[in-house]
C-alpha cells in the first residue's frame, strides 16, 4: 500500500506586507503553511530552517539563512523585486527564485502621475497655504504662491523600458507630453522589449534634456546611485524626480542637496533606501519642503493590484510543485 506523501511545509515571513483583506487562495496540493506576520533578520534561519518553500516579501534572504534550511527547494517573492534574495547562493544550492511579474501595470503609472500632478500644480503647498489662512489675507477670488505649469508639451524622461516604463509612457503619451527613454543598458532595463520606435537618447543626454524624470529599472550593483550628485549637474531644465521603483537608484544626500539648491524643481518619492524611513535618514530634512513628497512605498498596493500579486504567488508555488516552475529570476 502506498503511503501518502507528506504535507509539504511552507513557511510565510512577511504576510504583513500584503494587507489584511488580500485573499490567498488554497494551494492545490497538500501542505502544511506556517504565516509570520513581521520576522527580523536575525530569526530567518530559525524560521526556514525545515521548510521547502519560503514566501517572502522584503524579508532578507541570505547565504547564512540558506545554510539552515537543507530541505528548501523554493522562495516564491511577493514583489518583483529581488534585491533581498542572495540570487547567487540560491543558485549555488538548486533553490528556485520565482517572482511576481507585471501585476501593477496600472498602479505604479497612476501613482507615477498622482506625483508629478500634485509637485507640477503645486497642489500640496496650495492646501497647505489654504489651511493657513492665505486664500482670505489675498483679498481676492485666487492667489499665485506657487508655481503651475502643464504637462502638456513637457518632455518626459524615462529610465527603464520594462513593462512599467512602458505603461508610464503610454499614459504620457495621452496626456500630451514627448517621451525619451534612455538608451537600453543592460543594468537598466534588462530584457526590455520595448518598441524600437521608441525615441532614445544617452542618459546624460535624457537628464539635460527632459522636464521630469521617472525611474523604473531595477536595483543592481550597476544602477545603485545611477541618479548621484553628477547627475544632478546635468540637469539643465530644473527638472521634477519621480521614483516609485527603487531607493538605493538615487544618492539620496546628492538629491536633498540639488532640491535645496534648485538644481531640481521638485521630487516625488515612494521608496527610500531604508525602509520604514529612520530618523537619520537625509529625507528627513526635506519632508516639509513644498517641493517634495514622500509616500510609504505603496504606489503597488492599490486593492485590485494586490490581489492580482497574491494570486499570481500562488500560480507560482503551484506551478513549481507541479514540476513547471515560472517567473524564474537569475543572478545577475
Not at 534634456?209 to 546635468?234: E, K, M, Q, Y
Not at 493590484?305 to 524564474?328: K, M, S, W, Y
Request: net charge neutral; hydrophobic share 50%.
Amino acid at each position: 500500500m502506498t503511503r501518502p506523501a507528506a504535507p509539504i511545509p511552507i513557511v510565510f515571513l512577511d504576510r504583513a506586507t500584503l494587507p489584511p483583506h488580500t485573499r490567498l487562495r488554497p494551494l492545490p496540493f497538500e501542505h502544511v503553511l506556517h504565516t509570520f506576520e513581521r520576522t527580523a533578520p536575525a530569526e530567518v534561519a530559525q524560521r526556514i530552517g525545515e521548510a521547502e518553500i519560503v514566501i517572502a516579501n522584503k524579508t532578507p534572504i541570505t547565504a547564512a539563512a540558506l545554510a539552515a534550511a537543507p530541505r528548501l527547494r523554493m522562495v516564491a517573492v511577493a514583489a518583483t523585486g529581488t534585491d533581498n534574495v542572495d540570487l547567487q547562493a540560491c543558485a549555488a544550492r538548486g533553490v528556485v527564485v520565482s517572482n511576481i511579474r507585471d501585476y501593477a501595470m496600472h498602479t505604479v503609472p497612476e501613482h507615477t502621475f498622482a506625483l508629478i500632478f500634485a509637485l507640477r500644480r503645486s497642489l500640496l503647498a496650495y492646501r497647505e497655504a489654504v489651511r493657513a489662512g492665505r486664500w482670505l489675507e489675498s483679498g481676492q477670488f485666487c492667489f499665485f504662491d506657487f508655481p503651475i505649469r502643464n504637462l502638456a508639451g513637457s518632455t518626459l524622461g524615462i529610465v527603464g523600458a520594462g513593462a512599467l516604463g512602458r505603461a508610464t509612457a503610454a499614459m504620457a503619451r495621452a496626456l500630451g507630453l514627448r517621451v525619451v527613454f534612455a538608451s537600453r543598458q543592460a543594468q537598466m532595463d534588462p530584457g526590455s522589449d520595448a518598441a524600437s520606435g521608441d525615441e532614445r537618447m544617452p542618459l546624460d543626454a535624457l537628464l539635460a534634456h527632459s522636464d521630469i524624470v521617472s525611474l523604473h529599472c531595477p536595483l543592481t550593483p550597476a544602477t545603485r546611485h545611477l541618479i548621484d550628485a553628477d547627475a544632478f549637474a546635468r540637469m539643465a531644465r530644473r527638472p521634477l524626480l519621480i521614483n516609485t521603483a527603487r531607493g538605493g537608484l538615487v544618492d539620496e544626500a546628492a538629491l536633498v542637496q540639488a532640491l535645496q539648491s534648485g538644481q531640481i524643481s521638485g521630487a516625488g518619492f515612494d521608496v527610500a533606501s531604508e525602509e520604514p524611513l529612520p530618523a537619520t535618514h537625509p529625507f528627513q530634512a526635506i519632508l516639509a519642503h513644498p517641493g517634495f513628497i514622500l509616500t510609504p512605498h505603496v504606489a503597488w498596493a492599490s486593492d485590485e493590484a494586490t490581489q492580482a500579486l497574491a494570486d499570481q504567488l500562488i500560480d507560482n508555488i503551484a506551478a513549481f510543485h507541479a514540476g513547471q516552475p515560472r517567473n524564474i529570476v537569475q543572478p545577475h
